[in-house]
């Protein structure tokens, strides 16, 4: 276990998301399962691996601290970015995949982006990597088809029916706006708590 070495202080791995009928997806689980969780990426490029696949050591979190209670989303970001500005190491191990349901209903999908919406949020200050979403760009961005996820959408899965593609790709659209919705209430104090469910 690559934890094991004194120079290792956290790992992270795949995410795997599945629905709960492998071949029917709901239009939500199809949405989160595109969106995914960019592992490879996020652990090697932002030095970030959510907690969804985070091992870590007691000894680490007593060098760094534990998680920041006061965050209602985006604790393990900062937790990881800690790390990172501590001079800890967060490895990325191919093997330690982990299975996860993705999100079925219009509910939890949309409980999910107003939380994330509200992390960023309280985290603008902090996180440099989030700033560009919160200004203009983030508002150009809202109004902007996402074409190549659409093409996702219709060509990655052959086997789902095509009624599910349809209420995917539309869900998806709103879903930008709805983001941006949530960023603009906490912009002007109307989100006096933030969910972290």
């Given at each position: 276990?690559q ?5 290792i202080?956290?790992i992270?791995?795949?995410?795997h998301?599945?629905s709960?009928?492998?071949d029917?997806p709901?239009?939500f689980?199809l949405?989160?399962i595109l969106s995914?969780?960019?592992q ?9 691996t959510p907690?969804?696949?985070?091992v870590?050591k007691?000894k ?17 970001k ?26 079925a ?5 949309y ?12 985290r ?8 560009s979403y ?6 150009v961005?809202?109004i902007?088809p996402p074409?190549?996820?659409w ?6 899965f052959?086997?789902i029916?095509?009624s599910t593609k349809?209420?995917?790709?539309f ?6 706006f ?10 002007f ?6 969910e972290r469910?």
């Amino acid at each position: 276990m690559q934890l094991k070495n004194q120079e290792i202080d956290a790992i992270g791995g795949p995410i795997h998301l599945f629905s709960i009928k492998e071949d029917a997806p709901t239009p939500f689980e199809l949405l989160d399962i595109l969106s995914g969780f960019q592992q490879h990426k996020s652990v090697k490029k932002l030095l970030y691996t959510p907690t969804a696949n985070l091992v870590t050591k007691s000894k680490t979190f007593e060098k760094i601290g534990y998680f920041n209670g006061s965050l209602m989303s985006g604790g393990d970001k900062e937790w990881c970015q800690r790390l990172n500005n501590s001079g800890g190491t967060l490895l990325y191990v191919q093997n330690a995949t982990v299975n996860h349901p993705a999100r079925a209903s219009a509910i939890e999908y949309y409980t999910k982006i107003r939380r994330l919406a509200h992390g960023m949020w309280a985290r603008k200050n902090t996180d440099p990597t989030i700033k560009s979403y919160l200004g203009i760009k983030g508002l150009v961005s809202c109004i902007t088809p996402p074409i190549n996820r659409w093409k996702s959408i219709f060509n990655d899965f052959p086997d789902i029916p095509l009624s599910t593609k349809i209420k995917a790709a539309f869900y998806l659209y709103t879903v930008k706006f709805y983001s941006q919705y949530q960023i603009q209430l906490c912009r002007f104090g109307l989100i006096k708590i933030a969910e972290r469910k």
